[in-house]
């Protein structure tokens, strides 16, 4: 082979490939972490049972936070923070009827007349604001991923199922509905608070 040919095949070679590390050919393998794969299966099979079951209803939930001493005491007791410069994460449940829906925003909301008699609202997306239900798992926390990157990565990832639920439920005014869903504070709330899905049923 002359020297022209070998020098075409040189470049051909270096044009159309890199050369991959072995770090970069160990993550393409197993991704970086792997609190990043099956998230759909984390979802349904841990995420949305948590807070699900410890779900409090909204009127009994917001009378004892407004009851307790302080606000740490009112998180020990009622909800969850995985480290002290967290907010405080709490998992409410809501029942009644569907009074609004608003999907004019890409955040869209609906407001839900609860069984107290109060008008809470919900968000419905398809933009799913906030890493409430991230913060609510108790599953995984940012020690887990030491990579603020792919946390947040990780927190879009879970609002996408939010997301996915509350456009596959289509919710309408009328409907009667039940939904668990999870809030973020770093106060106890002197008004409701919006509140993101993780399930949601007709009733």
């Not at 939010?162 to 973020?184: E, N, R």
Request: with cysteine; glycine share 6%.
């Amino acid at each position: 082979m002359d020297k022209r040919l070998w020098l075409m095949l040189i470049a051909v070679v270096l044009g159309g490939c890199r050369i991959v590390s072995q770090q970069e050919l160990a993550d393409l393998k197993n991704p970086p972490n792997p609190n990043m794969t099956n998230i759909a299966q984390t979802w349904q099979q841990k995420l949305v049972p948590q807070v699900a079951g410890e779900a409090k209803p909204l009127a009994e939930l917001m009378k004892s936070l407004q009851s307790a001493p302080d606000f740490d005491s009112a998180c020990k007791t009622y909800g969850y923070r995985s480290q002290e410069e967290n907010p405080c994460v709490f998992s409410v449940s809501v029942s009644g009827d569907v009074t609004a829906v608003n999907t004019t925003s890409r955040s869209g909301k609906m407001t839900v007349k609860d069984i107290s008699g109060d008008s809470v609202t919900i968000q419905v997306g398809p933009i799913i604001r906030g890493t409430a239900l991230r913060d609510a798992y108790k599953g995984a926390s940012y020690q887990d991923f030491n990579d603020q990157v792919m946390f947040g990565d990780y927190g879009r990832a879970i609002n996408q199922q939010a997301s996915t639920l509350m456009q596959q439920f289509k919710p309408k005014v009328g409907d009667k509905i039940t939904v668990a869903g999870v809030f973020s504070a770093w106060d106890i709330p002197q008004k409701l608070p919006d509140i993101t899905p993780a399930q949601i049923t007709r009733q």
